[in-house]
């Protein structure tokens, strides 16, 4: 049995394309998510931080896929200045300021407290990849509140990227910083799809004196997925897209554990998808998408179908320790 991580029937099709993950905040390098697929991708990344950026590059020889990291800040005009506000908390650097008034309501407070501020210069995306012959098939942003600015700088790259992750605000963490309803807006008219929504909340400081509940929690900031309509992984079998556009895709689909929608495109073999047997359609599909079946898994899905479900849900919540200061959604599950 060839090795599942080498893909020989995915790599029929798609060449030598890889797929291009673009990383704006490449601190720590990309997400554990992109393992699986290390021999089908290569990475891009921006980190503002010009000493992270070093460490990254220093390393970048060790990694299994080709990676260059470019130490720029980005922004919506070329040439322009930005104040960086390095908080305690690296990654809670900002171009915005940390809105003190309502973060020192919470315990992750001392994270955003800002310990210097430095000027950087800011480029447009779509300049620097023009620059360097570089392409985004997988746009991954997270800049603490400046997210829009960079879509805007990424022009008429951003209508070729397949997928697009975004962190997201829903109050405001950042002063004048853009919300979530404003980068879903701009997604929309630059026809893109919200596919899935990872969230954060908070809960209150309270007093040592006073007990602690596992309810509740303000919902601050989230991880949003957005998928290019012509793709067609939205569309059906509408797609204009061709086909190493669309397997690079489906890749970035499976990497977001977005299963369902890869084997739904694989078997409707709409579009560009028609040039592959549907022999190999489902081979692709196995080496996507993990086989998962469990002998418990058709008592859970009616389990989860059901009221008890919900009545579980509030049991399991009301035995979650009282002292969490936040919780969060599975990674796009």
Same mark, same amino acid.
């Given at each position: 049995?060839?090795?599942?991580?080498?893909?020989?029937?995915?790599?029929?099709?798609?060449?030598?394309?890889?797929?291009?993950?673009?990383?704006?905040?490449?601190?720590?390098?990309?997400?554990?998510?992109?393992?699986?697929?290390?021999?089908?991708? %290569?990475?891009?990344?921006?980190?503002?931080?010009?000493?992270?950026?070093?460490?990254?590059?220093?390393?970048?020889?060790?990694?299994?896929?080709?990676?260059?990291?470019?130490?720029?800040?980005?922004?919506?005009?070329?040439?322009?200045?930005?104040?960086?506000?390095?908080?305690?908390?690296?990654?809670?650097?900002?171009?915005?300021?940390?809105?003190?008034?309502?973060?020192?309501?919470?315990?992750?407070?001392?994270?955003?407290?800002?310990?210097?501020?430095?000027?950087?210069?800011?480029?447009?995306? @779509?300049?620097?990849?023009?620059?360097?012959?570089?392409?985004?098939?997988?746009?991954?942003? @997270?800049?603490?509140?400046?997210?829009?600015?960079?879509?805007?700088?990424?022009?008429?790259?951003?209508?070729?990227?397949?997928?697009?992750?975004?962190?997201?605000?829903?109050?405001?963490?950042?002063?004048?910083?853009?919300?979530?309803?404003?980068?879903?807006?701009?997604?929309?008219?630059? %026809?893109?799809?919200?596919?899935?929504?990872?969230?954060?909340?908070?809960?209150?400081?309270?007093?040592?004196?006073?007990?602690?509940?596992?309810?509740?929690?303000?919902?601050?900031?989230?991880?949003?997925?957005?998928?290019?309509?012509?793709?067609?992984?939205?569309?059906?079998?509408?797609?204009?897209?061709?086909?190493?556009?669309?397997?690079?895709?489906?890749?970035?689909?499976?990497?977001?554990?977005?299963?369902?929608?890869?084997?739904?495109?694989?078997?409707?073999?709409?579009?560009?998808?028609?040039?592959?047997?549907?022999? @190999?359609?489902?081979?692709?599909?196995?080496?996507?998408?993990?086989?998962?079946?469990?002998?418990?898994?058709?008592?859970?899905?009616?389990?989860?179908?059901?009221?008890?479900?919900?009545?579980?849900?509030?049991?399991?919540?009301?035995?979650? @320790?009282?002292?969490?200061?936040?919780?969060?959604?599975?990674?796009?599950?």
């Amino acid at each position: 049995m060839p090795d599942p991580g080498t893909f020989p029937i995915l790599r029929k099709y798609l060449g030598k394309n890889r797929v291009s993950v673009v990383d704006v905040g490449a601190r720590r390098g990309l997400h554990t998510r992109w393992g699986r697929f290390e021999s089908l991708i %290569g990475a891009i990344g921006f980190e503002a931080d010009a000493e992270e950026c070093a460490l990254l590059n220093a390393a970048a020889a060790s990694l299994p896929y080709p990676a260059t990291f470019i130490p720029v800040g980005l922004g919506s005009v070329d040439g322009a200045f930005g104040t960086l506000h390095i908080c305690r908390q690296p990654g809670c650097s900002s171009l915005f300021v940390p809105n003190e008034a309502f973060a020192r309501e919470f315990p992750g407070w001392p994270d955003m407290e800002v310990v210097k501020t430095m000027e950087i210069p800011l480029a447009r995306m @779509d300049t620097i990849l023009r620059q360097r012959n570089l392409t985004a098939d997988v746009v991954k942003i @997270d800049v603490q509140g400046a997210e829009l600015d960079v879509l805007r700088g990424m022009g008429d790259e951003l209508l070729g990227t397949l997928v697009v992750e975004l962190e997201v605000e829903f109050v405001e963490q950042y002063l004048g910083q853009p919300l979530f309803h404003d980068v879903a807006t701009f997604m929309d008219a630059t %026809g893109f799809a919200l596919r899935g929504l990872r969230r954060t909340c908070w809960r209150y400081s309270l007093p040592r004196s006073w007990r602690r509940s596992a309810r509740g929690g303000q919902l601050v900031h989230g991880d949003a997925l957005f998928v290019n309509r012509d793709l067609g992984a939205i569309a059906g079998s509408d797609a204009r897209a061709d086909l190493a556009r669309r397997l690079k895709g489906l890749i970035a689909l499976a990497a977001y554990r977005q299963d369902d929608v890869v084997l739904w495109s694989l078997s409707r073999g709409g579009g560009s998808l028609a040039e592959i047997p549907e022999s @190999d359609r489902l081979a692709i599909g196995a080496e996507l998408v993990p086989h998962t079946r469990s002998v418990f898994g058709p008592y859970l899905n009616r389990l989860f179908r059901s009221e008890a479900s919900r009545k579980l849900r509030r049991f399991v919540d009301g035995l979650r @320790d009282g002292a969490a200061e936040d919780w969060h959604d599975p990674d796009f599950y």
